[in-house]
Structure formats: structure tokens, C-alpha cells
């Protein structure tokens, strides 16, 4: 919080985000449209929790992390409306912790630059909402960018200290006995540094890990339906087969929030002068995959689907619009694989494990937008925190932001 103290425009920039949020919770805004009733369906958990620590209810489907802590903070303000309130203030560190992430990722760019892209956390719909009501998301997403934050120190530092290693494992497994699907960060960072390390640091990441694993094998063999997912009377997997959809929709998922960095470089993804291999093996790719997929997608507006899903539905009446952020998405997936394995392993290890029955958006933010930023590697000549490209993703976020509220209140 050092650097908060020496420029006035972060105290102005954090501040002013931060009001406008303070101000939805007043108003008990909620744009994800489900946030609310969410908080209150689980807050039955809290007080069970809270008063007779029971720490599991089958209508449930999550580890009890998120509903333990927010159960001590009701302990201690016994109010559900202050402990909300106690909860937005924890949420607000959230950008803060990113904007460190940042520095340690990107030591020769401008402070201030670096700390606009940390706020536009604050433009997120599902950040809002789910900061507003309490919501797991929060709790998740603070201890993977906590994580984050130990990789890239551990990462810095040559992969020498156990403490860092340590730490970093810690925060991987909290965010996972929140949010299961959380797995696959642990998954893309432990095949990142495990041949990078040295015979005891394996062994201490090894068996660390495995001593963290039992407490979760356990819960899950005791309670199986954590594995699943239930809507009205039928059960669905976690994971569903129908790839055709969870490709496409995904693809857009991602395209959202890439969408401004790519537009900005647009000369570096197209140009004939360099990596033109990788370019021409991204289109041919791409380009197949459109083929085999888009005839057999069939995914229905009835859960999910995302923004992008969504305004498509409701400019042309049809999936046109999905299917062009697809193709756009597909070959910039392709693109950034093909320039770094570790780009290759975090969108490999995505697709799989977002593949249920119905596809949220807001599983998934900040998540792509806080990776995109910290763990995703691109060319030396990428331009990420020019004031161009600062510029453009604020003005495209906020439309993000404002198109949310419009479609959730039915403004116009």
C-alpha cells in the first residue's frame, strides 16, 4: 500500500471505484441476476454453521470454505446485512493484490498504467455482484490470485525458497477447497515449475500436496454429490460430454476478455513478418475446428451461455455473432499456444474442466481476465499497458459493465 502514499491518483482511481461499488450494495444491485437469491439459499448454510457447525448440505454443491468464514464473520457482527458489508470491504483487497501481481510480472512498465489494469476488476459484473452479496466467487479468487502472487515471487527468485513453495501450494488448495473447478490452475502451474525445481523441492511439492489432497478425498467419499450438479429433478454430471458446446461457448468466454489486448495488436496476430508458421497452422486449425463444430452445436438459452451467447440471441435472433467471437477466439487460442507452452497448457486445462451442462460466465471472472494478465506469456513486441490499449479496454469494459446493467433492469 506503499505506493498509494505517494501518488494521489491512486487514492483518487482505487477510491472512486470503490464508492461506486459501496453505492450497489446500498441499492442492492445484483447485475448477475442470481447473486442475491444465491446468498440467501446459502446462508441457510451459515447459520448451520454458526450455530451448530455443520459444515455440509446436500442443496449445496460446494466445499464449506466460503460459508466457514463467512459464519465467523456473522459470529462476530451477528447480522447478515454487516456481514455482507464486512465482506465487500474483504473484496476490495482483491484489485489490490492483482495490482501486485502486476508489478512483479511486468518490473519495467509504468506504476500507474499497471494499476489501471488492476481496476478494471472493478468493471466486472460478476465481481460486483458476487462482492455485493457475499458470494463464493470472492472467496476463491482471492486465494488464486494470492497464489499468483507467491508464483510469481517463487518464479523471480529462481524457484529457491520453500517458503514461497509452500505458500503457493497453501493458496492453490484453499482456492480449490472453495471452488473445485479451481483445480486446473493448480494442475497448469505444478507442470510449470515441477521440472524447474530441484529433487527435495519435488519431493516437498509432492508430499505437501498430498497431505492437502486427503482432506478433500475424504469429504468427497463421504459426500458424493459435491460431484454433481442438480437442476429441478434431474442430475447432471460436472463434466459433460457435448464439447460442441462448451468449445464454442468457452471460445467466446475467453474472446470477452482478450478482446482488447488482441485489438491493439492486431498488426502482430496477422503480419506475414513474424511467427508466420504459427499463424498459418492457427488459421487451418481454426478453420477445421469451425467445421466439425458449429454444425453440432445445439446449446439452448435456458442457464449460462455468457454475454457474448446473449447479445446474439438479442441483436440478430441467431448464434452469428457467437460463431464470429468463436472464430476470432479459436485462432488467437491457437496463436498464443503455439508461442508459449505455458499459454498452450492454461487454455488446454480450461477447456476441459469447463465442460458441464451449462456453461456461467460467472464462474470464470475475473479468473481469465486476472490470467490473461499475470500468467500468460506473448511477444516482446505486444503492446499490453500502452495508454492506446488502457484506453481501449476501459472503454470496451464499461460497456461491458453498462450493457450488464441495461440487460439486468431492463433500462431502455
Given at each position: 500500500m506503499r505506493i498509494f502514499l505517494k501518488n494521489k491518483k491512486y487514492y483518487?482511481?482505487?477510491?472512486?471505484?470503490?464508492?461506486?461499488?459501496?453505492?450497489?450494495?446500498?441499492?442492492?444491485l445484483d447485475l448477475l441476476g442470481g447473486a442475491q437469491s444465491d446468498f440467501y439459499i446459502t446462508f441457510k448454510l451459515v447459520q448451520e454453521i454458526k450455530n451448530n457447525f455443520n459444515l455440509f448440505d446436500n442443496n449445496i454443491l460446494h466445499f464449506?470454505?466460503?460459508?466457514?468464514?463467512?459464519?465467523?464473520?456473522?459470529?462476530?457482527?451477528?447480522?447478515?446485512?454487516n456481514t455482507r458489508f464486512v465482506y465487500l470491504f474483504f473484496s476490495l483487497t482483491i484489485p489490490v493484490i492483482f495490482y501486485r501481481c502486476l508489478i512483479l510480472?511486468?518490473?519495467?512498465?509504468?506504476?500507474?498504467?499497471?494499476?489501471?489494469?488492476?481496476?478494471?476488476?472493478?468493471?466486472?459484473?460478476?465481481?460486483?455482484?458476487?462482492?455485493?452479496?457475499?458470494?463464493?466467487?470472492?472467496?476463491?479468487?482471492f486465494f488464486y490470485i494470492c497464489a499468483i502472487y507467491f508464483f510469481l515471487i517463487f518464479e523471480n527468485n529462481n524457484y529457491k525458497k520453500n517458503t514461497h513453495l509452500i505458500l503457493l501450494i497453501t493458496f492453490l488448495f484453499l482456492a480449490i477447497y472453495t471452488r473445485l473447478d479451481f483445480l486446473f490452475?493448480?494442475?497448469?502451474?505444478?507442470?510449470?515449475?515441477?521440472?524447474?525445481?530441484?529433487?527435495?523441492?519435488?519431493?516437498?511439492?509432492?508430499?505437501?500436496?498430498?497431505?492437502?489432497?486427503?482432506?478433500i478425498l475424504i469429504i468427497l467419499f463421504n459426500y458424493k454429490y459435491l460431484l454433481l450438479v442438480k437442476?429441478?429433478?434431474?442430475?447432471?454430471?460436472?463434466?459433460?460430454?457435448?464439447?460442441?458446446?462448451?468449445?464454442?461457448?468457452?471460445?467466446s468466454f475467453i474472446f470477452l476478455y482478450i478482446f482488447p489486448i488482441a485489438l491493439r495488436n492486431i498488426s502482430n496476430l496477422i503480419s506475414i513478418n513474424s511467427f508466420l508458421k504459427n499463424k498459418i497452422i492457427s488459421l487451418i486449425l481454426s478453420i477445421l475446428l469451425c467445421?466439425?463444430?458449429?454444425?453440432?452445436?445445439?446449446?439452448?438459452?435456458?442457464?449460462?451461455?455468457?454475454?457474448?451467447?446473449?447479445?446474439?440471441?438479442?441483436?440478430?435472433?441467431d448464434k452469428k455473432i457467437l460463431f464470429f467471437c468463436a472464430i476470432i477466439s479459436f485462432y488467437i487460442i491457437f496463436y498464443l499456444s503455439l508461442f508459449s507452452y505455458r499459454n498452450f497448457l492454461f487454455f488446454f486445462l480450461f477447456f476441459i474442466t469447463y465442460n458441464s451442462q451449462y456453461l456461467m460466465q460467472k464462474y470464470i471472472e475475473p479468473l481469465l481476465l486476472v490470467l490473461f494478465y499475470t500468467m500468460f506469456n506473448y511477444e516482446n513486441n505486444f503492446k499490453i499497458f500502452d495508454k492506446k490499449n488502457i484506453y481501449l479496454t476501459y472503454i470496451f469494459f464499461s460497456l461491458y459493465w453498462f450493457s450488464s446493467l441495461v440487460y439486468r433492469y431492463k433500462f431502455f
Open positions: 483518487i482511481i482505487y477510491l472512486s471505484f470503490s464508492c461506486s461499488l459501496i453505492l450497489e450494495f446500498f441499492l442492492s464449506p470454505t466460503h460459508y466457514l468464514i463467512l459464519a465467523l464473520i456473522d459470529l462476530i457482527f451477528d447480522n447478515e446485512y510480472k511486468y518490473k519495467k512498465e509504468d506504476k500507474i498504467n499497471l494499476f489501471l489494469i488492476a481496476c478494471l476488476i472493478f468493471l466486472l459484473p460478476a465481481y460486483r455482484s458476487s462482492a455485493i452479496w457475499a458470494n463464493l466467487h470472492i472467496t476463491a479468487i490452475i493448480y494442475c497448469a502451474i505444478i507442470l510449470i515449475i515441477f521440472f524447474k525445481l530441484s529433487k527435495k523441492k519435488k519431493y516437498l511439492l509432492i508430499s505437501f500436496s498430498f497431505f492437502l489432497t486427503i482432506p437442476s429441478n429433478d434431474e442430475r447432471y454430471a460436472l463434466f459433460s460430454f457435448n464439447y460442441f458446446n462448451s468449445i464454442v461457448v468457452n471460445a467445421i466439425i463444430i458449429f454444425p453440432n452445436f445445439n446449446y439452448t438459452e435456458r442457464y449460462g451461455g455468457g454475454a457474448i451467447f446473449k447479445l446474439s440471441n438479442i441483436i440478430l435472433g
